[in-house]
């Protein structure tokens, strides 16, 4: 986690860190992470955002695991967000990795 502070002293938070297909935090820091049911994972942060922060996730992992595979953010807040990793028919545990960004408290 980092708070970085713009030309007028206004603070911008980023988080970021890696998610292993059983929902434990593979690495990086600011956040605890947990596995809701298949394929779905909530990320909470440890300082909540001020507002409403931008999370990017990717897919992470072996090609012929995961070349077919998505992840969808579902809801975002400034204490978490959810997503969704996927095959195109169905919810399946991958792991990922993501950044999420914004204004800091």
């Given at each position: 986690m980092a708070i970085f502070k713009d030309d007028?002293?206004?603070g911008h938070q980023h988080i970021y860190g890696g998610v292993g297909p059983d929902g434990s935090k593979w690495f990086?820091?600011?956040f605890e992470s947990q596995k809701i049911k298949e394929g779905t994972y909530i990320i909470k942060?440890?300082?909540?955002f001020d507002g409403i922060p931008a999370p990017v996730c990717t897919?992470?992992?072996n090609e012929w695991k995961t070349f077919n595979m998505s992840v969808a953010i579902v809801e975002v807040?400034?204490?978490y967000f959810i997503c969704i990793t996927s095959s195109p028919d169905?919810?399946?545990d991958c792991a990922f990795t993501f950044i999420a960004f914004g204004d800091a408290k």
């Open positions: 007028h002293e206004h990086g820091e600011g942060f440890e300082c909540p897919i992470t992992g807040n400034p204490e169905r919810p399946i």
